[in-house]
């Protein structure tokens, strides 16, 4: 990662975001605005117009207008939020054609964006052992507002593009044979944990992922904004590290 110093905006003032402000401090950035409503924007122009990148932790009905906000003002933005991707295309069509950078991500641990590779491999590898069954078990603190994690529907997706009797995801407790299951449950306080299990009448087969604080998230946050700064472009988190 560069070592500039860098002026962030924060796009989200709950835990997330006071954790990011203060692992951001101590590695020698600025905070210069802190946007938690939407007068926020017009109360903090003038700070927002000196920041280098934003950081958007905030909520799926706010990631939105955050996003638009942030090409607006040809700010450089991190998304961290989950289920916004209903308008994925059109964002995405926006950030390109007018140069624009954002980079976003399901989950923006180092420790995740590893167990994804683990998790698209081992789903290749399992393609030819159709004895097991394959179903996925995320466990978050009550807060979150989204069920499935992003993660677990990033994890999904991968499974489902290299094991070919799998076709989709699914919630309900009785799934089609094609259909692959997921657990979400939400118990306090848990940062997130993600199981990945393949079982057959012999064994199983689990790769797994569990959070012990939400500092794995800031600091991967944080890379991403070095990392972003000074490009232009649509990201993902991965790229950063793959």
Known sequence: MNNTSLNIALLGYGKMGKLIEEMSLKKGHRIVARIDKEEDWLLQAASLKTAHVAIEFSTPASAVQNIEHC?????????????????????????????????????????????????????????????????????????????PSGTAVSLAQQIIENLDRKNQWTLEENSAPDQLKIEALRID???????????????????????????????????????IYDKKGWFNFTEVFF
């Open 71 to 147: 090409f607006e003002l040809n700010l450089p933005i991190i998304v961290g939020t989950t289920a916004w991707q209903h308008d994925q295309d059109r964002l995405k069509q926006w950030c390109i054609s007018k140069g624009q950078a954002l980079m976003w991500g399901s989950n923006f641990s180092i420790g995740v964006n590893l167990l994804f590779k683990l998790n698209q491999q081992l789903a290749q590898w399992m393609n030819v052992y159709e004895g097991y069954e394959v179903s996925i078990e995320e466990i978050h603190h009550t807060a979150k507002l989204d069920a």
């Open 189 to 227: 306080a848990t940062p997130g944990t993600h199981h990945v299990r393949y079982q057959s009448e012999i064994d199983d087969l689990v790769i797994s992922h569990i959070a012990h604080n939400r500092k794995g998230f800031a600091i991967g946050a944080i890379e991403a904004a070095e990392w």
